[in-house]
């Protein structure tokens, strides 16, 4: 079973083109032309273990937020196609990760229902090219598209950078958690028989 996707996305805003393989090593490029966005994404593929190419052309003249927004909008729906019908996953995902003073955790579900929510005391500054509320709307897309549930909380930090980066990472490890396939799950991991 190849639970893999390739996804194309062109709006007046963006052109997105991103292959996800479920089952990688991190590898792939990322290129949204948000350089600190590409840094998490690589963060992303290389903690989630997820082969991950993404290439964008975003209005960046307006500033970062529809790249980052659509470009979680097409993660979503890839790793909704490679997901199939979600049978023989784990389904559910915990991480926490520090990133030296910084630390956040995430719980995930990949429960074919949408939800996702970013706590804690994160500055509304930038860090390089990507603002830092940013990191809550590029989760929101990808729940949305993805049909998961994920709770992030910023539990500690005083540096913007590694409290948005401990964020994808622990993000990053709860997915891989959730999507490795349960040897003795014979079936879809849910009491309704669907997710």
Do not use: Q, W
């Not at 393989?21 to 997820?50: W, Y």
């Not at 909008?73 to 490679?82: C, N, P, Q, S, V």
């Amino acid at each position: 079973m190849t639970r893999s996707a390739d996804i194309s996305r062109t709006t007046n805003e963006t052109d997105i083109r991103l292959t996800l393989s479920l089952d990688g090593s991190g590898e792939g490029s990322r290129s949204t032309g948000v350089g600190f966005f590409d840094h998490l994404l690589d963060a992303v593929a290389r903690h989630g273990r997820l082969d991950l190419d993404v290439s964008v052309e975003g209005d960046l003249e307006t500033g970062p937020h529809h790249t980052v927004e659509d470009t979680g909008i097409a993660l979503g729906r890839a790793l909704d196609e490679a997901l199939g019908d979600r049978a023989g996953i784990r389904r559910y995902g915990h991480a926490v990760v520090p990133m030296d003073e910084a630390r956040a955790a995430c719980a995930l579900d990949l429960s074919g229902r949408p939800y996702a929510t970013l706590e804690g005391d994160l500055p509304a500054v930038a860090v390089a090219d990507f603002d830092a509320d940013l990191a809550e709307e590029f989760l929101r897309a990808v729940a949305g598209t993805a049909k998961l549930t994920v709770h992030v909380t910023i539990e500690r930090g005083s540096n913007t950078h590694h409290m948005v980066e401990a964020a994808f990472k622990a993000f990053a490890r709860a997915l891989r958690e959730a999507v490795s396939i349960d040897p003795a799950e014979t079936g879809i991991p849910s009491t309704k028989g669907l997710l």
